[in-house]
């Protein structure tokens, strides 16, 4: 099984800052990387798959890098409804499909 | 629109079994694997069940093999997990998803609540 290590576990920033998340795997998922984006009480959204594509109707200020075991997920300059958790998700090895702990951006 | 929507979680004792529905429209079923995501109270997410458009192939996690079973119903745009031999550690959100390995569409999620 592929663990997914998310850091750090929670950002405290302001609006109009620069997030940086991170994603790490315990082996080569090659590109097969997602990112959602998670509000309380709501049910998850994908941001970004396969590493650096964004997903229909997801803001050019949200991007994803990385290949192999390193992966970030940035947000350019955070809007209000930014603030949420962030979890990453690969499917280069399954079952089981794994997802990180996640990544709590809260305001500063 | 897609729209996904989950029904048929409850409080059931341990031991107990659920069935969930999740009910589809906005796009061709039929054509679409369709997962099952589940979220413990205050926890991350857990990949649970994975069915192909054709049933053909079904994936299971670990802990819920031998217990839970995924099917689907292409002519009524329906998923089902029948969760049998419930478990404390079993209490979660339920989603349904759409995709295999990406999930681009979630329903709203049930609640499965196993306590005595």
């Known amino acids: 099984e592929i663990v997914l290590t998310q850091s750090p576990a929670t950002l405290s920033l302001s609006p109009g800052e620069r997030a940086t998340l991170s994603c790490r795997a315990s082996?080569?998922?090659?590109?097969?990387l997602a990112w959602y984006q998670q509000k309380p009480g709501q049910a998850p959204r994908l941001l970004i798959y396969?590493?650096?594509n964004r997903a229909t109707g997801i803001p050019a200020r949200f991007s994803g890098s990385g290949s192999g075991t390193d992966f970030t997920l940035t947000i350019s300059s955070l809007e209000p409804e930014d603030f949420a958790v962030y979890y990453c998700?690969?499917?280069?090895?399954?079952?089981?499909?794994?997802f990180g702990g996640g990544t709590r951006v809260e305001i500063k | 629109e897609v729209q996904l929507v989950e029904s048929g979680g409850g409080l059931v004792h341990p031991g107990g079994s659920l069935r969930l529905s999740c009910t589809a429209s906005?796009?061709?079923?039929?054509?679409?694997?369709m997962t099952w995501v589940r979220q413990a109270p205050g926890k991350g997410l857990e990949w649970v069940s994975y069915?192909?458009?054709?049933?053909?192939?079904?994936y299971y996690t670990d802990s819920v093999k031998g217990r839970f079973t995924i099917s689907r119903d292409n002519a009524k745009n329906s998923l089902f997990l029948q969760m049998n031999s419930l478990r404390d550690e079993d209490t979660a959100v339920y989603y349904c998803?759409?995709?295999?390995?990406?999930?681009?569409?979630w329903g709203q999620g049930t609640l499965v609540t196993v306590s005595s």
């Open positions: 998803a759409r995709g295999g390995g990406w999930f681009d569409s």
């Open positions: 906005g796009f061709s079923f039929s054509d679409y694997g």
């Open positions: 069915s192909s458009s054709s049933s053909g192939t079904i």
């Open positions: 082996e080569s998922v090659d590109r097969y």
């Open positions: 396969d590493a650096s």
């Open positions: 998700q690969q499917r280069r090895n399954w079952p089981p499909l794994t």
